[in-house]
């Protein structure tokens, strides 16, 4: 699944931008607060309008401190998926259980050099893990292909039956990198400057999910 990251689109015209990339599976956001990371960008209400101007599934990814605080709202505010960030929440299975009472997929994310082995079993209560493949914070940022083991893991424990969910990562996903992604087991990839900066959106996502696929099916 592709998720475009809005954070790569032009502010003034996010519906028109939403509507760029149609044929996406999420419309991929990133709720910045400039205390857990050193960026301020959109909130809930931005998530409220969005939710009203397109059909996507609206994938939340909250960059913030006090998540267990925030997190529900997101999902009541209509979106499908909320991710929150382990380093910032103080519970974070009574979060994810509060997100999904919401409505919504709870969504657990790691840093680059946070390890997973010591949430493998809480994320039984999530739908997705989120590995970032970037220092959270700013878009256009290199892909980190060290942090790809994190994802065979976490690949390797849905496939055994020991989780089921999404596991998607975010951050300098491109048609250059997205083929080692999927080969190490992602299965939702956001992609922002690979979407927006292309001329023609659409056509960069068709191409990314190609990609993609021929790359889990080699």
Same mark, same amino acid.
């Given at each position: 699944? %592709?998720?475009?990251? %809005? ?8 519906? @028109? ?8 599976? $999420?419309?991929?956001?990133? &709720? ?14 931005? +998530? ?21 605080? $925030?997190?529900?709202? /997101?999902? @009541? ?6 991710? *929150?960030?382990? =380093? ?27 390890? %997973?082995?010591? /949430?493998? =079993? %809480?994320?039984? #209560? ?7 493949? &970037?220092?959270? !914070? *700013? ?6 292909? @060290? &942090? ?9 424990? +849905?496939?055994? !039956? ?5 596991? @998607? ?9 997205? #083929? ?9 990839? +956001?992609?922002?400057?690979?979407? /927006? ?7 960069? &996502?068709? =191409? ?9 099916? !080699?």
């Amino acid at each position: 699944m %592709i998720a475009p990251s %809005i954070l790569s689109a032009d502010f003034a015209r996010l519906g @028109e931008e939403a509507e760029a990339v149609s044929n996406a599976d $999420w419309l991929h956001i990133d &709720v910045m607060d400039a205390h857990f990371v050193p960026n301020l960008t959109l909130g809930l209400p931005v +998530v409220k309008s969005l939710h009203r101007a397109t059909d996507l599934p609206l994938d939340c990814h909250l960059m913030i401190d006090d998540p267990d605080r $925030w997190a529900p709202g /997101y999902a @009541e505010a209509g979106a499908a998926n909320v991710t *929150f960030h382990v =380093e910032a929440a103080a519970d974070p299975v009574r979060t994810a259980r509060a997100v999904r009472a919401a409505g919504a997929l709870a969504g657990l994310s790691l840093k680059p050099g946070t390890p %997973i082995e010591p /949430y493998l =079993e %809480i994320l039984r #209560e999530f739908d997705t893990l989120l590995v970032m493949t &970037v220092e959270p !914070g *700013f878009g256009g940022q290199e892909f980190m292909a @060290e &942090v790809l083991p994190k994802v065979r893991l976490a690949r390797s424990h +849905v496939t055994a !039956g020991h989780l089921r969910l999404f596991v @998607e990562v975010d951050g300098g996903i491109s048609l250059d990198t997205i #083929e080692a992604a999927a080969e190490a087991g992602a299965d939702v990839f +956001v992609a922002g400057s690979a979407v /927006y900066g292309a001329d023609d959106p659409a056509k960069a &996502v068709a =191409e990314l999910r190609d990609r993609a696929r021929s790359a889990m099916a !080699g």
